[in-house]
């Protein structure tokens, strides 16, 4: 007895050096992240370095972003978290509206409706960009219009990604359904009183993976802004820092700016974890 | 009130030429009452014509928005200049102007994309003259302007804004070519390329040198003689290519470039923000305030240096002398693209690039401002001079001659391309190289 | 269960061309046994159940015709017309003045939109004369239509799926389905940087680009995609494969018993999820870099003389894209595993536990099959999600290195859709990039299909309750 106990605290020490050295290795990134913002651009140098921890350590590149003579930063902060706050109601009322009807409903055409859907989402999304800059273009969505125009695109196209609150749905039963509708009560009104209610973890999480969405979309926003840099997302803005050399010795505001956006997206992401482990957990065993 | 009115009366029109299905019937009436206007201006300009310099001022430019993309750090002082022009331009004041930052890669790019939503007029590098003919971005210089630009602008500059026989865009600077960074603690003498490696490998510093950048490898093919020109038509499409590659000066160049990759001070880059722990970096002038940063009191630069070849013979690195241009987009409407080639002949000026020079320190094209005293004394600029002596101004390429010579250049540093490889299977890799360019050709 | 699969698609033919037949016949029957009201409904939308006191249907029927006239003259016809061409006008000059002709990809873009008009017009028609013949039988059978409020309200009850559905079929209608019928439609054009809108025209190909694609010979580039198509699936199964098991790995290593702080370990791996890629991944990339961080240090310990070329040497770059992988990809696997594994019986372990299985065999013969069986869906979704996972590869390393021996700027660790994104946005190749996208579906398509037919969870969806 004695030596199995050993034995299992011996696996218990190896286990928690593993973990320490995966924790290590996963955030090792994030604190050079950290420690890279914090070295000035003015009095120490805003290039690439080989040494991690700053001389000196200076709040000069958060000054720079918070700076509007300099940088359009704080504005394509806010472009970002409109779209990010836009994007997050509306998908998840139409992912709920199309879930609700596809899991509760059986109508002419549902099956073929969910098949072509599946067939649509092989095709790679960034060939049909140029066409859609086109089509929003027509409607004066580009450019300066362009904040609306990625609203409109992303929330026009979300209905396909139903999978997962489709599945939540599946797993309410329908006795109750069927229960409130003898009842007297019409489809709508079950839908908004009763499965509503009953589905905060799903709404939570669709809204979750929908606001973190346009904090990445780096492609299709910087093709619609076309230049218009009014228009940037936080994105489109700070990878011109990394990739074009007429920003010589922004890395380190690209750290401090990574840094700003990484916080509230972090912040939220913690708090709703809970949530986006059902979620992920549903999705992928329903498929 | 009134005014009240005739707003609400221009939103019901404009809602009805909607209404007429995107505005089909109702816009062509306009086109036809417009040509007929055009018309009666042209007659009428035929007329002043011949009263010369009266008929300027009466001119009536009418309104509209000009649109001017610029690189990032160049915004304010364009801005500034724009005042300047419209001071200058009353008549001119219908306009409005607006100047975004669009760095000179992306703007190309993206007039390529979609020419109507671009700006009116863009700076561009020279490299990509040719794409933007092809594709319909540039308008030709007018013939007033263009005598100008060719009869003050050096002789580089104005080749460089020539496609076929035919001017179509501004030069504005002269210095788009590169020579050497370094910091004079490590690198004693800058005049062998063996010597600075050397250097650098002693000191566990880094050299840098983008050889992956079709751009920067002319420096060891150029330096040996080997050749690789294009010509073009009118509209821009290649017609011929002149390439002595795949011979015996390309597969010395090719070695040399192979034994640089090979050192462990060598870092493939061009860009001091990337750079760490750096000792040399053939870079070009838009660095110069970086590379001073990087380096401090240890700052110095350098034509490039020369090497010796295989052969045992001592080879001067060449390259590219560059230019970059400001280009005007086709217009619709006769009266915008005089606007836009004042404006564009302006920013282009002797008197706009000497204030460029002051403000962000980029090289002037204009043959005046080379000459003033400013321009003269600049570290960096003089490095510039001493070496375009040996480079050959850069004429065009298509765009596939520079993704083809990433391609050769990441097969170098990567070791694809073997570094103790006989000359008969680097002479193949050249051949294959020339083979390939002669077919962008046509 | 293939043959019965067959015999499906067979009976799924067969009913189809039943069904349209009866369409035909019913069209038919309606005209010939109509009254006028329905007869004048043929050519007047919605006249009849106007006429009957179904205003809310015979209006919306109206006006959808209206509607769609109004479209095709104002709009839709003028492109429409020119769809066989593309355009014949081209752009010229007037003095100085540039006057735009034709412009072939407004044409082709709105030509396929009014197509699409044209279609649903078919559609409506077709609804309008079934509403027709219903409201007489219903009338015949001397039964009494439904009142207009009872009609608007069924949109709320048996209906309700319409009022859900209307705005995302639309959306996903104009925004997906239009854009990739056009991107279909380039692939057979010569739509690249020499016939670029609306300086020049474009027209109709054939099958000129698809025979370039498995040309293996002078400008073909045949042997490039081979490549980047074997390089592509490779990646994607490394990626998936590791990423799995792996990350079942560590989520056991949490779960273990006796370790404390669960949720902290968790959530210092959820940071890879919650930071936005752009920000990690271009920071990774820098890391690794030749004259990187990671490389600085090496060098400055001593541990190694000259610098490890992770980015530039062809073999390392693949290694190091999926190493990065992992590290982006593992905290997926780790929370989904984590509520999984919870769900295995546990008495399972003891008796296997009692039968004196080392905890090697428990994994092997409990754990694993019962993750396998349960993710295979999910194993399956992550693989086509790896065969475009454009993020990873080009946030890391934009497809690089290049390589001689690749044609069209192709690099060693480019991916199609990395490839096919080059290609449009660089080199505005778009008919080489559409025929790729087509590749890149067909690939996909291919594989889920084979693989979802394998699937232990679907051949026997009762197995392990």
């Avoid at chain 1, 109750?176 to 799903?202: C, N, V, Y």
């Avoid at chain 3, 939308?45 to 249907?57: A, K, S, V, W």
Wanted: glycine share 8%; with cysteine.
């Amino acid at each position: 007895m004695k030596s199995y106990k050993a034995k299992r605290n011996l696996s218990n020490v190896l286990t928690y050096i593993l973990l320490v050295i995966i924790s290590i290795i996963w955030l090792f990134p994030f604190v050079g992240l950290v420690l890279q913002s914090f070295r000035s651009y003015a009095t120490e140098y805003g290039g690439m370095v080989d040494y991690l921890i700053p001389k000196q350590f200076s709040l000069d590149n958060y000054k720079f972003l918070f700076d509007s003579a300099q940088t359009n930063y704080v504005l394509w902060y806010r472009n970002t978290i409109t779209i990010a706050i836009c994007v997050a109601v509306l998908q998840t009322l139409i992912q709920l509206c199309v879930s609700y009807a596809l899991s509760r409903m059986r109508f002419t055409g549902r099956t073929f409706l969910m098949r072509f859907w599946l067939i649509l989402g092989m095709f790679p999304g960034f060939l049909t960009m140029i066409c859609l800059y086109f089509l929003l273009k027509q409607f004066g969505l580009t450019q300066a219009g362009a904040i609306p125009g990625l609203i409109l695109v992303t929330v026009a196209s979300c209905g396909m990604g139903y999978y997962v609150c489709k599945g939540y749905f599946d797993t309410i039963p329908k006795a109750l359904d069927e229960a409130a509708r003898i009842d007297g009560a019409t489809r709508a009104r079950i839908f908004f009183t009763m499965i509503l209610p009953m589905s905060k973890p799903i709404v939570i999480y669709t809204a979750l993976v929908a606001f973190m969405a346009p904090w990445c979309d780096y492609v299709f926003a910087s093709y619609v802004a076309f230049g218009h840099d009014t228009s940037y997302n936080v994105a489109v803005g700070m990878t011109r820092w990394v990739w074009t050399n007429d920003y010589q010795g922004y890395f380190t505001r690209f750290c401090a700016g990574g840094v700003l956006v990484a916080i509230p997206v972090t912040l939220l992401f913690m708090f709703l974890q809970k949530y986006y482990v059902e979620g992920v957990t549903g999705g992928a065993v329903k498929g | 009130m009134k005014k009240k009115l005739v707003s609400v009366m221009l939103t019901a029109a404009m809602g009805m030429s909607l209404l007429a299905g995107c505005g089909n019937s109702a816009a062509e009436v306009a086109e036809t009452a417009t040509e007929v206007a055009e018309t009666a201006t042209e007659v009428a300009e035929t007329a002043t014509e011949t009263a010369a310099e009266v008929a300027e001022e009466i001119t009536d430019y009418g309104t509209g928005e000009v649109k001017v993309w610029v690189a990032d750090n160049v915004v304010d002082f364009t801005n500034e200049q724009i005042a300047k022009f419209q001071e200058a331009h009353p008549e001119m004041s219908g306009y409005t102007f607006t100047v975004e930052p669009v760095g000179e890669g992306d703007a190309a790019g993206n007039m390529i994309t979609d020419v109507e939503a671009g700006a009116d007029i863009y700076a561009f590098a020279q490299d990509q003259i040719a794409r933007l003919v092809t594709a319909g971005a540039l308008e030709v210089v007018e013939d007033a302007n263009a005598e100008v630009v060719k009869s003050e602008n050096d002789a580089g500059a104005v080749a460089a804004a020539t496609v076929g026989g035919t001017l179509y865009a501004y030069p504005i600077t002269s210095d788009n070519g590169y020579f050497l960074y370094y910091d004079k603690s490590v690198v004693k003498d800058p005049s062998t390329l063996e010597g600075i490696i050397a250097d650098c490998e002693a000191a566990g510093k880094n050299f840098y040198f983008e050889l992956n950048s079709g751009w920067y490898q002319t420096a060891f093919f150029f330096g040996t003689g080997a050749e690789l020109t294009y010509e073009t038509n009118d509209e821009g499409n290649f017609t011929t290519c002149n390439s002595s590659y795949a011979s015996d000066k390309g597969v010395v160049a090719l070695k040399k470039m192979l034994e640089v990759a090979s050192s462990k001070s060598f870092q493939n880059g061009s860009s001091v923000s990337n750079a760490t722990n750096c000792a040399a970096i053939v870079d070009g002038t838009w660095d110069a305030q970086a590379a001073k940063d990087m380096f401090g009191d240890n700052y110095a630069c350098a034509k490039l240096p020369t090497f010796e070849g295989a052969d045992g013979k001592t080879y001067q690195m060449s390259g590219f002398g560059g230019f970059k241009l400001l280009g005007v987009k086709p217009q619709e409407d006769d009266m915008k693209l005089a606007v836009c080639d004042a404006l564009a002949a302006y920013l282009s000026g002797e008197e706009v690039q000497m204030a460029r020079y002051d403000a962000v320190l980029w090289g002037p094209s204009n043959l005046k401002a080379q000459q003033s005293d400013a321009v003269k004394a600049d570290e960096a600029l003089s490095a510039l001079a001493d070496q375009l002596q040996y480079t050959i101004p850069q004429g065009q390429y298509p765009g596939d001659y520079w993704s083809l010579a990433t391609s050769l250049g990441d097969s170098i540093i990567s070791g694809e391309v073997k570094a103790d490889a006989d000359d008969a299977t680097l002479m193949q890799v050249l051949t294959d190289f020339q083979t390939t360019c002669e077919s962008y050709a046509k | 269960m293939a043959q019965s699969a067959d015999s499906n698609k067979k009976n799924a033919i067969a009913n189809f061309f039943k069904a349209l037949g009866n369409g035909f016949k019913e069209i038919g029957t309606t005209f010939v046994e109509g009254d006028f009201k329905t007869k004048i409904s043929f050519l007047i939308f919605g006249f009849g159940p106007l006429l009957r006191g179904q205003i809310l249907i015979g209006a919306a029927l109206l006006a959808l015709e209206v509607l769609f006239f109004w479209f095709m003259a104002g709009f839709g016809w003028k492109y429409l017309s020119k769809i066989g061409t593309l355009g014949t006008v081209a752009t010229k000059k007037v003095g100085r003045k540039t006057v735009y002709g034709d412009n072939s990809f407004l044409i082709l873009l709105f030509g396929v939109l009014a197509l699409f008009a044209v279609l649903a017009f078919v559609v409506i028609w077709y609804i309008n004369i079934r509403e027709n013949r219903k409201e007489e039988l219903l009338l015949k059978s001397g039964k009494k239509l439904p009142t207009n409020n009872e009609v608007f309200m069924s949109l709320f009850d048996k209906n309700f799926h319409k009022t859900l559905l209307a705005l995302p079929v639309t959306g996903i209608f104009v925004f997906t389905v239009l854009p990739i019928v056009f991107m279909i439609l380039v692939a057979f054009t010569n739509y690249d940087k020499n016939h670029q809108s609306p300086s020049n025209l474009f027209t109709w190909v054939g099958l000129e680009n698809f025979k370039n694609l498995v040309s293996f010979s002078g400008a073909g580039i045949g042997s490039t995609f081979t490549h980047v198509l074997l390089w592509t699936l490779v990646w994607a199964f490394l990626a998936t494969f590791t990423n799995y098991f792996l990350g079942l790995g560590v989520a056991m290593l949490i779960n273990k018993k006796g370790i404390k702080f669960k949720k902290l370990w968790r959530t210092i791996l959820v940071m890879t999820i919650a930071v936005p890629q752009f920000v990690s991944l271009l920071y990774v990339m820098k890391m690794f870099a030749n004259d990187g961080l990671i490389n600085g240090y090496l060098i400055k310990w001593g541990l190694i003389k000259t610098y490890i070329p992770f980015w530039t040497d062809p073999v390392l770059a693949r290694i190091t894209v999926v190493v990065v992988n992992i590290w982006i990809g593992i905290p997926y696997m780790v929370l989904i595993a984590t509520g999984l594994l919870m769900n295995i019986p546990e008495d399972l372990y003891e008796s296997a536990r009692i039968d004196g299985a080392n905890p090697w065999q428990m994994f092997k013969s409990i754990t694993l099959p019962y993750m396998l069986f349960v993710t295979g869906p999910f194993l399956l979704t992550q693989y086509t999600g790896n065969l475009n996972n454009f993020n990873v590869i080009y946030l890391l390393t934009q497809g690089k290195p290049q390589s001689v021996n690749l044609a069209e700027k192709a690099g060693n660790t480019d991916l199609l859709i990395t490839w096919l994104y080059k290609m449009t946005v660089n080199d505005t190749n778009y008919r080489m990039a559409a025929v790729l996208g087509i590749m890149v579906f067909v690939v996909t398509a291919v594989i889920s299909l084979v693989v979802y037919n394998m699937l232990p969870s679907v051949k026997d969806e009762e197995g392990f309750q």
